[in-house]
């Protein structure tokens, strides 16, 4: 059985950079509101006419990914798209990214995890290594969160938190070694707090999907509890992690790095002073970036190793909780 090992990772951010002082000019906000809330400083979203999908910034972050690792499109044996933003309703993000890539009939297949597409894709990946049905899968977690954000007032405490981005990586299968690679992932899942944090229109259970009704109540927007969010976070995510180092039989000593998604640097805050880690073994950029969702954490991972914080023989341990509620953690270790 084959061990997964990361071969290349890219990430990618659109030019347009909006500033917690820009918001303000669109809604009653500031940028000390924001800080105090989310830690939050600015966030990049694609351009304000539009045309650019998940898809697009799934793909200039594959480019990059893909030259890192040495691999050429046709290396990939299969894609793993994550998004809650994908460019259409359907079909999924995953086949446009492969026909963007030149490819002609490699499988995609699309996750909607939310925020945690990333451990879920990551572990998705991971048992399709193992289990020898294919060796060489692209991950991308994209989001284009900008064009479906309600810009007033009204919707500034969902607003103000996302931004737009992409990361992606390289995952291959290696002959076993149980000292690196993946080498633990677990995963959770809740229904029960689904609408604690959900975007409800359009809506099958709901004839015609989307009315006129919906569009004046603004339905056709995220929505959030943030309260509950974060009671959920900052209890859970000590829990998923500790849950991982037993699964993988290591301590939090042996963890050289946290990378947690990046949602709100409050709920980070929380989860560090809960395992009481030093601020040099946990990673956040949120406040530049903003929560871009499934791209949260690969984006921070490919800048984490790009600063040098993570090198041969490094441990790192990703782990996130989002709409669903789905959670999850994954540890992986750098070949030494």
């Not at 061990?3 to 950079?17: A, E, F, K, V």
């Not at 015609?208 to 927007?221: I, K």
């Amino acid at each position: 059985m084959k061990q997964t090992m990361i071969s290349g990772t890219g990430r990618y951010l659109p030019t347009r950079l909006v500033t917690n002082d820009d918001l303000a000019l669109w809604m009653d906000t500031s940028d000390e509101w924001i800080r105090q809330r989310t830690g939050i400083e600015q966030r990049y979203w694609v351009p304000e006419e539009g045309g650019v999908g998940a898809s697009d910034l799934g793909f200039e972050a594959s480019k990059i990914a893909l030259d890192r690792a040495g691999w050429r499109p046709d290396d990939i044996d299969l894609i793993i798209f994550a998004t809650l933003s994908p460019d259409f309703n359907f079909p999924g993000s995953g086949c446009l990214l492969q026909h963007k890539l030149g490819l002609e009939t490699t499988p995609a297949l699309d996750i909607r995890q939310q925020c945690s597409g990333f451990v879920y894709g990551i572990a998705t990946a991971d048992a399709f290594i193992r289990s020898g049905l294919y060796n060489r899968i692209l991950f991308v977690g994209a989001e284009v969160h900008s064009t479906g954000l309600d810009i007033s007032s009204r919707g500034r405490d969902v607003t103000v938190i996302f931004g737009d981005g992409a990361g992606a990586l390289c995952l291959e299968g290696a002959e076993p070694d149980r000292t690196c690679g993946v080498m633990a992932s677990v995963l959770h899942s809740q229904g029960e707090f689904s609408s604690s944090l959900m975007t409800e229109a359009p809506v099958s259970r709901q004839n015609p999907r989307l009315s006129e009704a919906m569009l004046r109540e603004g339905r056709h927007y995220p929505t959030m509890d943030g309260r509950s969010v974060f009671k959920h976070a900052v209890r859970r995510l000590p829990l998923v992690a500790q849950e991982a180092l037993d699964k993988a039989g290591l301590t939090l000593s042996d963890i050289d790095l946290f990378i947690p998604h990046q949602a709100n640097l409050r709920i980070n805050q929380a989860f560090q002073k809960a395992m009481d880690l030093p601020d040099e073994k946990i990673f956040n950029n949120i406040q530049r970036y903003g929560n871009t969702t499934a791209a949260s954490i690969p984006i921070a991972f490919d800048e984490a190793i790009e600063k040098g914080l993570l090198k041969t023989g490094s441990t790192v341990m990703f782990l996130g909780l989002g709409a669903g509620l789905t959670w999850g953690a994954v540890i992986y270790r750098f070949a030494g």
